[in-house]
């Protein structure tokens, strides 16, 4: 399937990614260079990027599902539900809620299937404007509104699409993540995925409860669409923004789309080849097997102990029918209770010799001896039709002879003839039962992507990209960290610094380490995590003859349902910590480490101006605030901070970016702490610091020298590692992180 979306880039081996999630957090994202690169950030409470580019905040924090429809006579103002094949046509939309009216209108369009880039909805659109009043609830006047006929004449094409596919319409609390895009939509359907954009159409609507007579269209607004090279199903939602209302300032109305008084408009493409249409998700094909995928991770796990995941190196040389290769499994000094061992084996360049013609690898795997069978296996093709292939073996195994360590895994090539395949080697994925560990819940996605630059057959640079989307936590207060794992496979003449790890909006390069053909990456993620849905992604700017394979991805929360403030819990007896995001924007998160059993503190950052009577920081200051501590059952051992300076404001001051100091104001005198520069990203430097207690802070940039006043106490915290140690002693590391987390918060 064709990716067009903003993401890394990886190659044509064997990619297994594995995401290991342990705390959720939300960040603001990105802009997209063709379609659908931004990932929505949840069902309320964010910025809504419109079609102009501009914003309106999409606040929802009410129902919001009875005021607003679409129907096809304004003189029903409660609207149907209707699905068309016609390709032009009007609807309205009306409002017949208590306050009746909406300052301003926004139309949203969802297109499922394959866009095609002669795509095209022209929208024209014709209603009432005012000017906001600043009276609670209180509509405009007869004298005070104008009908602007041709509000918004528009056009909205393929690269109109901002936000990335998804199955799902913003609506609140209502179902969130959950709620439909189209009246009898199968949300259990995660392949049917919509490109959304969102079109401030510059006119309220009024409805009965306006109480101003001889309304055209009873004040609602209408709309005139034409659509050019549909091959999906278009579906039309209204949403309503009001500039006064007892939900507050912003968006927070839509269009009932499930139960009793829904009202739709939907419009029926024509399917690109011969063929019943489907409303089933988007596709594509390509002559080239280096194009990469969309996969869905399995359901999500949940237990007491800890998951690792353990690369396993693999044969140098192809396998040649009737020989085999012994692979030896990693030792798994084990803590705890095996309760899962899954076995994943990499192969590629399966063909025949002479022709070089792919072929289906035939092959058997057997672990001391006793064979095994494969639960699946994943194939893709590394490039054209006749291309070798690549394969994906999933194996359920013994835990009882893995945890055991030093038994080979032998695997045979038992093909005829001169089938020959390459074992890249392999993945032990091992979850671990553990009481006194804290609850962690993960997710696994299993995949076989061969992916790589080849514009020959028409993959460009930024369609070499494996995706893969996992749930969010929902609950993101009961998390403490988060992890990404991946785990790849490349020849050794790939240069492994054209793959890039994504995590919805964030990218990270040169994070590869390499065992054999076997490549592992590990991030922490934790500034960009979404509540409701999240993309991981593997991607290359390598050719063909360089490309590789993706394998596996897994999602882990550490934390899981458990709630460590209701249950008491000390994390395995040694000191808690646990991470706020911060709506703010120089500091983005806050780790506070609190004793064993105690109740940890919450945190939040209160003014941004320096007190009368407090001297000013020493340095060039690029920002006050004033850190405030609440709850907690007794004082925090120490904190970290996690914030960030733009370039171009050091640039300005003359400051290189490891000059940056965060300074701590008490007892009388301001403290110089100990701040770590973590690397750049988007613009803006990345840095981490301890803090000794809740108070005002500054940020900017000090004398080298230490303190200034007095002397910083603070014990350094090893923040954005994993609260929970595995158990595993030979826990491999997968990635070279040579920095933390470059997340940009807004």
């Known amino acids: 399937m064709k990716i067009l979306n903003k993401r890394p880039h990886i190659g044509w081996c064997t990619i297994a990614i594995l995401v290991l999630i342990m705390a959720a957090f939300c960040i603001a994202p990105v802009a997209a260079d063709d379609i659908g690169g931004i990932q929505m950030p949840g069902a309320k409470n964010f910025d809504l990027i419109l079609s102009n580019g501009l914003t309106k905040y999409f606040k929802f924090e009410g129902g919001g599902l009875n005021a607003l429809h679409i129907t096809t006579d304004p003189d029903e103002p409660y609207g149907q539900v209707t699905t068309t094949e016609e390709h032009s046509g009007v609807f309205y939309l009306t409002n017949t809620g208590g306050r009746g009216f909406d300052d301003d209108m926004i139309l949203m369009i969802a297109v499922n299937g394959t866009i095609s880039d002669d795509f095209a909805v022209h929208i024209r659109a014709s209603g009432y404007r005012w000017t906001p009043t600043p009276v609670l609830n209180q509509p405009p006047t007869t004298d005070e509104i104008e009908y602007i006929d041709g509000s918004y004449e528009g056009t909205i094409t393929r690269s109109d699409f901002a ?27 995660t392949s049917n995925t919509f490109q959304l954009v969102f079109v401030d ?17 009873n004040g609602a607004v209408k709309i005139e669409y034409e659509i050019e090279n549909l091959h999906g199903l278009a579906s039309f939602s209204t949403y309503g923004w009001c500039n006064q ?17 829904s009202s739709g408009y939907a419009v029926m493409g024509v399917p690109e080849s011969p063929g019943d249409f489907s409303t089933g998700g988007s596709g594509g094909t390509t002559e080239s097997g280096y194009l990469g995928q969309e996969n869905s991770a399995g359901s999500p796990s949940t237990l007491n102990g800890s998951v690792s995941l353990l690369p396993i190196a693999g044969t140098v ?99 005829s003839g001169d089938a020959v395949f390459t ?48 749930d969010g936590p929902g609950d993101m207060d009961r998390i403490s960290d988060s992890r990404l794992q991946v785990i790849s496979t490349a020849g050794t003449d790939h ?40 993309a991981a992604s593997a991607a290359t700017d390598a050719g063909p003859e360089a490309a590789f394979v993706t394998r596996l991805f897994l999602l882990v929360y550490a934390g899981g349902e458990m709630d460590i403030s209701e249950t008491g819990s000390d994390w395995g007896g040694e000191a808690s910590a646990r991470s706020y995001l911060v709506e703010d924007a ?15 503190a919450s945190v939040s950052v209160g003014g941004t101006e320096r007190p009368a009577g407090v001297p000013a920081a020493e340095g060039t200051v690029y920002a006050y605030r004033m850190l405030n501590l609440n709850g907690g059952s007794s004082a925090p051992l120490d904190m970290t901070v996690r914030f960030y300076v733009p370039a171009s404001w050091l640039s300005e001051q003359g400051i290189d970016a490891d000059g940056i ?72 590391a997968l990635g070279a992180c040579a920095i933390l987390i470059l997340a940009k918060r807004r």
Request: a negative charge; proline letters at 6%; charged letters at 15%.
């Open 423 to 470: 074992c890249d080697g392999g993945a032990l994925l091992l979850t671990v039962e553990d009481p006194a560990l804290p609850s962690i819940t993960y997710a696994v996605a299993e995949c076989c992507d061969a992916i790589g630059v080849d514009i020959a057959g028409g993959v460009f640079e930024g369609d070499a990209v494996t995706r893969v989307f996992f």
């Open 163 to 189: 936000y990335r596919a998804q199955t799902w319409k913003p609506a609140g609390d209502n179902a969130p993540g959950n709620y439909p895009l189209y009246y009898g939509q199968d949300m259990s359907d």
């Open 317 to 415: 040389a192809p396998l040649e029918a009737g020989s085999a290769a012994p692979l030896p499994l990693p030792a798994t000094d084990v803590n705890g209770t095996v309760r899962e061992a899954t076995l994943y084996l990499f192969l590629s360049h399966s063909q025949q010799k002479g022709t070089g013609y792919g072929t289906e690898p035939s092959f058997s795997v057997s672990i001391g001896g006793v064979d095994l069978s494969p639960e699946r296996t994943l194939t893709d093709r590394e490039g054209g039709d006749h291309a070798p292939l690549s394969a994906t073996l999933i194996y359920k195994t013994d835990p009882a002879s893995i945890a055991s360590g030093g038994t080979n895994l032998m695997v045979r090539n038992t093909g």
């Open 661 to 732: 100091s965060l300074q701590e104001y008490r007892d009388g005198a301001w403290h110089s702490l100990r701040t770590e520069h973590l690397g750049h990203a988007d613009g803006e430097e990345e840095y981490l610091a301890d803090a000794v207690t809740a108070s005002l802070l500054a940020i900017g940039s000090v004398a080298s020298g230490g303190s200034i006043g007095g002397t910083a106490t603070a014990t350094p915290l090893p923040v954005d590692t994993d609260v929970q140690q595995s158990p595993m002693g030979v826990m491999v």
């Open 586 to 600: 120089v500091i983005s998160k806050i780790t506070v480490r609190s004793a064993p059993g105690g109740a940890p």
């Open 201 to 217: 159409l510059n006119t309220g609507n009024l409805g009965a409860n306006a109480m101003i007579p001889e309304m055209i269209d």
């Open 245 to 261: 209302s007892n939900q507050g300032q912003g968006i927070s109305w839509t269009n009932r789309l499930s139960g009793a008084g």
């Open 495 to 534: 240069d492994a610094s054209a793959d890039t790890i994504g995590f919805n909006d964030r990218e990270w390069s040169g994070v590869f380490v390499r065992q054999g053909a076997v490549m592992s990456a590990e991030h922490l993620i934790a500034d960009a995590v979404f509540p409701t849905s999240n």
